[in-house]
């Protein structure tokens, strides 16, 4: 299982340190959280932060894209060279368009899929990514408890994405610890986004190998 921090749940009056400290720790990506204040109802970082954390991180970058008019953002971190770029696919009409333009920026393609929505919506889009995210929480904030539901969507995406596009990783994000981890390998997951778990751990590499089952 590979590791992303999700640096939302970090001390911003120590930011440097703390990205600084889950690479140092090894984890394998470092999941920076985007809200606009209208797509969910939280607001976090832009471009002049990223680039901070782009700055001092020895591990490439996740970006989740919580926000609407996803192309607007896409330009925006762009520049910053992250490994993916995930968007919701309830705020996108154009998601295969989006797909192609992200990836014509030499950047991963990935889609977000929050709890409610079903993996089939994704049976004609799973051929052209390289992950797709399932959210496990609401999206918009951190420390919230872990759905249940994720464990069976995981299985179904993951038979659908072993017949249709075997290199698509699944990522999960939301409520992730050292008790749920096991179900989400054994469901087919190959990344998990942990926040909360992780920044309140006393031992950042102990919380890190606890997930990297
Ligand atoms: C929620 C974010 C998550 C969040 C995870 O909208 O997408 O990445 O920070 O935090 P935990 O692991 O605390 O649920
Ligand atoms: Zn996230």
Redesign the pocket.
């Known amino acids: 299982m590979l590791v992303a921090p999700?640096v939302?749940?970090a001390d911003f009056g120590n930011l440097q340190r703390d990205v600084e400290a889950i690479c140092e720790a090894g984890c394998d990506f470092v999941?920076v959280?985007v809200?606009d204040g209208h797509f969910?109802p939280n607001l976090t970082i832009g471009p002049v932060v990223v680039s901070a954390i782009a700055k001092c991180a020895t591990k490439p970058l996740d970006i989740?894209l919580?926000v609407e008019n996803n192309t607007f953002f896409v330009d925006l971190f762009a520049p910053l060279k992250p490994e993916y770029i995930s968007f919701h696919i309830e705020e996108e009409k154009h998601p295969h368009r989006l797909i192609q333009k992200i990836r014509s920026l030499g950047i991963k393609p990935a889609i977000v899929l929050n709890p409610h929505t079903p993996p089939e919506t994704l049976e004609y889009l799973l051929g052209d990514l390289d992950m797709v995210l399932l959210?496990s929480?609401n999206?918009?904030?951190?420390?919230?408890s872990f759905i249940d539901s994720v464990i069976p969507k995981a299985k179904k995406l993951s038979a659908m994405r072993d017949k249709i596009n075997p290199n698509c990783l699944i990522e999960v994000?939301?409520?992730?610890n050292n008790k749920n981890v096991a179900l989400l390998k054994e469901a087919g997951v190959d990344i998990v986004?942990?926040?909360?778990?992780i920044f309140n751990h006393t031992n950042k590499k102990e919380a890190i190998e606890s997930l990297q089952i």
């Not at 999206?139 to 919230?144: A, K």
């Not at 994000?173 to 992730?176: F, K, N, P, R, T």
């Open positions: 999700s939302l749940s999941h959280d809200m969910v989740h919580m959210m929480v999206p918009g904030f951190g420390g919230q994000d939301g409520g992730v986004v942990a926040g909360s778990y």
